[in-house]
């Protein structure tokens, strides 16, 4: 069983910064793609970034594209989205999730089949 525990969010003002980890435990982490999603009250779960299992490879959503980024370090296993330049639409819990890897980049919510319970980000105005 793989168990992910996100830290490091809170309350920020806007134009601030946060840096989420996620430590991953139970399986190889090396073996995992990883990615970051977030659900604002209301709202659809939407895709933030994911990085391949190596980290050589990573895409971010158009709607943090400049200003988020991820990065892992597979002797940690911890995975980090740095997050810059905050707004306050970028309120929600972000949650981080785990594919076991075919592939390199995921996209979709559907092909991660392990998630942590969530780190509320909250970015006053």
């Known amino acids: 069983q793989v168990q992910l525990v996100e830290s490091g969010g809170g309350l920020v003002q806007a134009g601030g910064s946060l840096r989420l980890s996620c430590d991953v435990s139970g399986r190889t982490f090396s073996s995992y793609a990883m990615g970051w999603f977030r659900q604002a009250p209301g709202k659809e779960r939407e895709f933030v970034a994911a990085v391949s299992r190596s980290g050589d490879s990573s895409f971010i959503g158009d709607s943090v594209k400049g200003r988020f980024t991820i990065s892992r370090d597979n002797a940690a296993n911890t995975v980090y989205l740095h997050m810059n330049s905050l707004r306050p639409e970028d309120t929600a819990v972000y949650y981080c999730?785990?594919?076991?890897?075919?592939?390199?980049?995921?996209?979709?919510?559907?092909?991660?089949?392990?998630w942590g319970q969530g780190t509320q980000v909250t970015v006053s105005s």
């Open positions: 999730a785990a594919a076991a890897a075919v592939g390199a980049i995921y996209y979709y919510s559907y092909e991660y089949e392990y």
